[in-house]
Every structure is written in structure tokens, then in C-alpha cells.
């Protein structure tokens, strides 16, 4: 059975989850350990700033939780009592849904960060590097984080921009073909306008000029930014030179007037300007807003573009739920095909094992024949069985794909009294290699 | 059988502007392609049609104002998907299959019994003069649908608030260039169809020029254009005046349809 036991930012606080957390180098070890002093037979361990988790597998179907927690307290020297009101224990298909919906970014402090996908992806190559993974959990993870990516771009759960810095570069993007090689003034050495020019650094302005009224604070943000700096006085000849104007000084009153932007875009001929003003009170006159291509956002205008963005989220979320609810019945049924293991080598035990039964029956009457012929008889018998097995393991196999298979087995069982404890139904050691065949059937 | 052909062409070609505007806007990738498979289908079925009216007739399928609106609508169709696979301006989708699909619509619904084409328009200048002049109006239709989506843009960067269009239409820029670079095209097109109207006319009625709309609002709609060319060069205007000045000019340009099928 798969077990899932964690905790997040939604279940403990910041100071727990530092203890509880796991450095990766350090992972290998404690996988080890898990395996060896529990009976999980299949492990990974998911740790990220906002979460512990460790998923696992127990091959006897046995319940996991108790010893995994009692392994984690041990772990980190965290005390059993307060561990315990801080987890969560998922269990059978809730573990499944719970790992794709961390991995699709649902259970993420920011709604839908793309971060996480990444993480999941580097825990279960951790996990597998060292062994720990198996038939189960390799198919739960590698389902499991294409599935992410299916809903991801399906949902458009990532899309939007959710931080102001990040918006007004998003914004800027929905302006110019191409923000790398365009040009960019920044007006105030804070750390807001730092941030934001950073963002725009980040996709690919190269040509930064940083201007504050105090030159020296201008040389240092330029210096770390790699751009230039020129005197407080003449950034109005900037204006008509640069494409994006990000302002966050401290002035009490706006220091961009609209009569000073009217000359810019007149020797603009036309090239449009943004401008980003994330200063309180604002730096540049609403009515600047107005002029023809000039496009000016406000802390407040960021702001509802963040909400904006947070809401489509919100709804991609709803649908991101409906798509993984679809993938977990997938996994669902695979892991169904995979359980048909016993009861196919148990029918096929049984049936093989009438036919040995059957043979020693007329193994007297058979004695007048060469031991060519004798052969010929066993192998008649064997393929006989064969050709009868056949169709009932395809339509099992089937019916796993439909999800059926559970209620399909127990009747297979009660037919051909599969459960009867008689020595010839002892099939059942071959399992795994069948059931590792029925999963790459569907 | 012309006819019925172009009836399926039709739904063929509504499907496919469906398909690609939920496509487009709700960001399906699949859906935009099925869109676009379903519009070139649509493409392939209106070329059918004017094949199939044009061996009948054994004449350019350019004889009349519907026809001319047919061959109109399937320019502007082949503008579109070579601008669908070759750009990143995928948000076309939900201008030009439109209006090539009303151009169809208006020469399907119009059309003209065979009986009133004048022997005259077989005549490979005329059909010369109506193909250049065709070609031309389809480009400005390009430049038309991206001043149209460049104003949504602008009004939504401007009003602050539909985020949805921000990101469903490309980036100002790449709407102001496209839609200049077909002007660029369009316009001298437009300038020979007309030349090439005038000389037809004075060959075969012998004047120049008459007063009717199918003359008049083609140079209206060349001065409109020419205007705007001259002010992108000479003063450097660009964005939304231009836009607008196209969207007029290509206004004017569909204007010359009244006169020809009154």
C-alpha cells in the first residue's frame, strides 16, 4: 500500500520544518535506513523549504504510517508527541492524488509555482539513484510528473505573474517584441525599483541608466546592476531615448511631470514608452497616462494585475483538480492490473496443477508408450491448459483497464476456488514477473 | 454543384473560426491546430469552388462583384494561414477567417445569374486589373485585422484591466509592424489596380473616370492610405493613429463593393 506522511506550511510552523528537513546529500543515507528498520519496501523523500514528505510502499500491503513517523522523529530528534500533531498521513490512492497536486503547484504557498515540478523531479531521481524506488513508485512518479506537465500547460495554473516586479516585467513583455537589447531608466536607488530593474535585467534589458538625486547611491545600484548613471538633472533627455521607465524615489511630490513626457514622445516618433512608477506617494503625474503611447502603471495598477493573476489561478486550480482526479483513476487502474498478479498465477497454478494431477492418473495406462510419445502427451496437456488460460487472463486484464479488476478477481477466485487451501493452489510465488507484465500490458 | 460546393466550404471554414478563436483565447493549443487544419480545409474547398465556376464558364472566376467578393475572401484566407504558419501573430485567427468568411458569405449570398456578365470582363486585362486590385484589398485586410487587434491591445493596456487580452494578443510592436509591412505591400497593389481599372476604362468606354462608388471609394481609400504613409515616413507616427487610419482606410476600400453589385 502507498503511504504518504508530511508536513507543509499549511500543517507546521517555519521552526519545525527546519528540524524536520533533510539536506539532499543526505538523503541516500536515510532512504537506506528507512528500508532497512521498516517494512516499506519503497521510499522517497520530498524536501523542500515548505515541506517534508516521505512516500513510500509497503509490498505486504501492511500500514506504514506508524513506523515512517517513528522514523522521522528518530531521524531528526524531533520528540513522537509534537511530530505527530504537525503531520499528515495520506494512504492508498489520497497519497497518489496528494503527490500530483504537489507536484502540479496546488498545494504551494503561491498558487501554481512552477518551482516544485523541479524538486519533485530531483527527489525521485534521488530516490531511484540510490534504489530505493521500485515498480510502483517509479510509475507513480514518472505518471505523476507528466501528468503535472499535461495539467500545467493545459490550466495555465503558472501562467501569471504574481509579484509586482514581476508583473511590470510581464507587462513590459506584452508591449515589445523582445525585451533583450531595449533600454531602460531608473529613477530612486530603492529596493523596490532595485528589484524591478533587476526583473527586467533578468529578461534581458542591457542597456540600464540609474539616476537619484544622491549621484553616489546611482553609481552603486548601476555599478551592481551593470548599467550606467548619469546626473539627476538631465534624466529628461532620457525620457526620450529609453524604452522603460521604472521610478520608486522617495519625493513627496511627483517628479515626472506630464509636460516633460509630452516633448519625449514627441522626438519618440512613435516608439512607445512604459513606465512603472512603484513609488507611494507616485512619482509621475496620472495624467501622463493619457498621452498616445505611453503606457504607466501604478503600485495600485500592479497590484490588481497580481490579484488578476492570483484569480486565474484560482480557476485554473478548480480545473487543475478535475484533470488530476482523471490521472489518479489512470494509476488506479494500472496499480489494479498489477495486483491481478496473485490471481493469475494462482489460475494458472491450479489449472497446470490438474493437469500434472490428471497425467499421474493415467500414468499406468500410458506406460505401453515410448518415452517420445509419453512427452508428446505432457506437452498436448500443457498447451491444452495453455490455450483454456487464455482468454480468461486477457479478459482480466481487460477489465483491469475498465478498473474492474478487483470485483473480475473475486470472481475468478470463487470459480475456480483460488482461496481453497489445497497444496496444488500454491501458484502464487511466481507473482512479481507476472505483474510486472500485466502493468506494461495496458 | 459550384454552389453546394461552396455551402460546405462555408461550414467548413465557420468550424474552423470557431475552433481557432476558442483555440486562441482559452490558450488550447489542439484546438487552435484542429482550428487551423479545419480553415485550411475550407482553403483548399473555396479554391474547388472558384475552379469549379471557372471551367464552367471557361473565364476567370472574376466576372462579377460576388465572384470578385469570392476570390476576395479566399486571398485573405491564404494571407492568413501563411501568416498562422510563418509568425507568432496567432491572435489573427480571430479577425481574418472572419472576414474572409463574410466576403464568402456576401458572394455566396449575392451571387449574380451568368446572364449579366458582359463578354468584356473575359478580357485578360480586365482579369488582370481585378486580380492585382483583389490581391491588393486582401493585403490591406491583413494590415486592417492587425490595427483592429493593435486598438484592443492599447485600450487594454490602457484601461489596466483585461488580462486575458494582455496575453492572448501578441505585443503591440509585432501588431504595429505586421499590420504595416502588409500596408507596405497592399498599397502599391491598390495603386495599380486602380491605374490599371483607369486604362481598362478608357479602352473600353472611353473615359477615364465616372462618378460611381466603384470609383470614387477606391481613391478615397487610396488617399487614406497614402496619407498614412506619408505620416509613418515624414512625422513618424505609429500605434494608434495608424491603426485607426488603416482600419478607414480598408473601410473605404470594401465600400468599392457597393458599386459593384448595387
Redesign the interface.
Known amino acids: 500500500m502507498l503511504t504518504l506522511v508530511g508536513m507543509s506550511h499549511k500543517s507546521a510552523p517555519l521552526d519545525l520544518r527546519e528540524r524536520a528537513c533533510f539536506a539532499e546529500n543526505a538523503v541516500p543515507d536515510a532512504l537506506a535506513r528507512l528500508l532497512a528498520s521498516t517494512t516499506v519496501s519503497e521510499a522517497m523523500i520530498l524536501a523542500t523549504c515548505n515541506r517534508v514528505e516521505i512516500l513510500c510502499r509497503t509490498a505486504d500491503g501492511g500500514v506504514a504510517a506508524p513506523a515512517v513517523t517513528a522514523f522521522l522523529a528518530r531521524e531528526r530528534g524531533i520528540e513522537l508527541p509534537v511530530l505527530e500533531r504537525h503531520l499528515y498521513v495520506r494512504e492508498g490512492l489520497h497519497a497518489a492524488r496528494h503527490l500530483y497536486a504537489v507536484a502540479c503547484g496546488l498545494d504551494s504557498m503561491i498558487l501554481g509555482e512552477p518551482q516544485i515540478l523541479g524538486q519533485v523531479k530531483r527527489a525521485y531521481a534521488v530516490a531511484r539513484g540510490c534504489g530505493a524506488t521500485g515498480v510502483v513508485l517509479d510509475r507513480l512518479l514518472q505518471h505523476g510528473i507528466a501528468a503535472a506537465k499535461r495539467v500545467r ?2 490550466t ?1 495554473i503558472s ?2 505573474a504574481v509579484s509586482i516586479a514581476y508583473a511590470a516585467a510581464t ?1 513590459a ?5 523582445d525585451l533583450s537589447g531595449r533600454s531602460a531608466l531608473v529613477l530612486g536607488a530603492g529596493k523596490m525599483t532595485e528589484l524591478a530593474a533587476r526583473h527586467l535585467v533578468s529578461q534581458g534589458v542591457r542597456d540600464l541608466v540609474v539616476t537619484n538625486r544622491t549621484y553616489s547611491r546611482a553609481l552603486q545600484l548601476a555599478e551592481a546592476l551593470g548599467g550606467t548613471s548619469v546626473a539627476w538633472d538631465t534624466f529628461g533627455e532620457e525620457l526620450a531615448r529609453v524604452d522603460i521607465v521604472v521610478t520608486g524615489t522617495a519625493a513627496a511630490h511627483p517628479v515626472v511631470t506630464r509636460a516633460q513626457v509630452r516633448e519625449a514622445v514627441r522626438a ?5 514608452l512604459f513606465i512603472v512608477d512603484i513609488a507611494v506617494p507616485r512619482d509621475v503625474e496620472p495624467a501622463v ?1 493619457e498621452l ?2 505611453v ?1 504607466l ?1 501604478d503600485v495600485d ?1 500592479l497590484q ?2 497580481v490579484d ?2 492570483m484569480d ?1 489561478r484560482r480557476r485554473a486550480a478548480e480545473e487543475a483538480w478535475r484533470m488530476l482526479d482523471v490521472e489518479v483513476v489512470a494509476f488506479d487502474r494500472w496499480r489494479q492490473s498489477v495486483d491481478l498478479g496473485p490471481t493469475i498465477a494462482a489460475l494458472s497454478g491450479r489449472l497446470h496443477a490438474l493437469g500434472e494431477d490428471e497425467l499421474r492418473r493415467f500414468a499406468r495406462r500410458l506406460a505401453g508408450l515410448s518415452p517420445e510419445q509419453q512427452a508428446v502427451v505432457r506437452d498436448l496437456a500443457r498447451s491444452l491448459i495453455q490455450k483454456v488460460l487464455h482468454t480468461p487472463i486477457v479478459s482480466l486484464k481487460s477489465a483491469a483497464v475498465r478498473g474492474e479488476a478487483s470485483a473480475r478477481a473475486a470472481l475468478y477466485r470463487e470459480i475456480f476456488g483460488l482461496d481453497d487451501p489445497r497444496p496444488d493452489a500454491e501458484g502464487s510465488g511466481t507473482g512479481p514477473t507476472h505483474a510486472i507484465q500485466g502493468g506494461k500490458d495496458d | 454543384m459550384a454552389r453546394a460546393l461552396l455551402a460546405v466550404a462555408l461550414a467548413v471554414h465557420l468550424v474552423g473560426i470557431a475552433l481557432a478563436a476558442v483555440g486562441e483565447l482559452r ?3 489542439a484546438v487552435a491546430r484542429a482550428g487551423a487544419l479545419a480553415l485550411a480545409a475550407a482553403w483548399l474547398l473555396e479554391l474547388a469552388t472558384l475552379t469549379a465556376i471557372g471551367l464552367a464558364a471557361s473565364a476567370f472566376p472574376l466576372r462579377t462583384g460576388p465572384e470578385y467578393l469570392l476570390v476576395l475572401g479566399w486571398f485573405v484566407l491564404t494571407l492568413h494561414l501563411a501568416l498562422w504558419y510563418r509568425s507568432r501573430v496567432r491572435a489573427a485567427a480571430l479577425v481574418l477567417p472572419p472576414v474572409a468568411a463574410l466576403m464568402v458569405l456576401a458572394g455566396f449570398l449575392l451571387a449574380d445569374p451568368p446572364s449579366r456578365t458582359s463578354p468584356l470582363t473575359t478580357q485578360g486585362w480586365f482579369v488582370f486589373h481585378t486580380s492585382i486590385a483583389t490581391a491588393g484589398v486582401a493585403a490591406l485586410a491583413v494590415s486592417f485585422a492587425m490595427s483592429l487587434l493593435f486598438l484592443v ?1 492599447e485600450r487594454a ?2 484601461t ?1 484591466r483585461s ?2 487580452v ?2 492572448a ?1 501578441p ?4 501588431l504595429d ?1 505586421i499590420g504595416f509591412q502588409a500596408l507596405l505591400y497592399g498599397f502599391p497593389l491598390l495603386t495599380l489596380g486602380i491605374a490599371t481599372g483607369m486604362v481598362y476604362s478608357a479602352t473600353v468606354h472611353d473615359h477615364i473616370w465616372i462618378w460611381g462608388a466603384k470609383e470614387i471609394f477606391p481613391v478615397i481609400a487610396w488617399a487614406v492610405f497614402a496619407g498614412l504613409l506619408w505620416a ?1 515616413f515624414a ?8 491603426a485607426i487610419l488603416a482600419i478607414a482606410g480598408f473601410a473605404f476600400a470594401l465600400l468599392t463593393f457597393v458599386g459593384m453589385v448595387r
Open positions: 500547460t493545459a495555465g501562467r501569471h507587462l513583455r506584452t508591449i515589445f517584441d519618440r516618433r512613435g516608439r512607445p497616462g498616445d503611447g503606457y502603471y495598477d490588481g494585475a488578476a493573476a486565474e | 490558450h488550447r493549443e491591445k493596456l490602457k489596466k488580462l486575458r494582455l496575453t494578443l505585443t503591440l510592436e509585432a509592424r509613418r512625422r513618424g507616427v505609429r500605434g494608434r493613429r495608424s
